[in-house]
Nanobody, 123 residues
Framework: VQLQASGGGLVQVGDSLRLSCAAS????????MGWFRQAPGKEREFVAA????????TYSGSVRGRFTISRDNAKNTMSLQMESLKPEDTAIYYC?????????????????WGQGTLVTVSS
């Protein structure tokens, strides 16, 4: 499956932003999905994951309560709604997918990755 992330941009502290990840395959509902991010000079880190049905989600502690992951299997898309953005949220955000379970995705072991979209939060 090919993944295309979009929606990044330059925002101010406290603003909101919604990222999207479009998948190329009609079997999108067979994939558990997730978001990772990589800030300049830092390791890639887990942000959020969602299982194939959308019924289960998990978040990193740094974004829990501010970010919401969701998916629309009818439209082959996954989203990340980001609220109350902070400068430390500045990063390239990547979407990822795998059929081996949401834990595989959350551990960064997903087979498929999108190209990333840049989010910059300015103070």
């Amino acid at each position: 499956v090919q993944l295309q992330a979009s929606g990044g941009g330059l925002v101010q502290v406290g603003d909101s932003l919604r990222l999207s990840c479009a998948a190329s395959r009609r079997t999108f509902s067979s994939y558990d999905m997730g978001w990772f991010r990589q800030a300049p000079g830092k390791e890639r880190e887990f942000v959020a994951a969602i299982n194939r049905s959308g019924g289960a989600t998990t978040y990193s502690g740094s974004v829990r309560g501010r970010f919401t992951i969701s998916r629309d299997n009818a439209k082959n898309t996954m989203s990340l709604q980001m609220e109350s953005l902070k400068p430390e949220d500045t990063a390239i955000y990547y979407c990822t997918a795998d059929t081996s379970g949401v834990t595989t995705v959350a551990l960064g072991r997903g087979e498929f990755w999108g190209q990333g979209t840049l989010v910059t939060v300015s103070s």
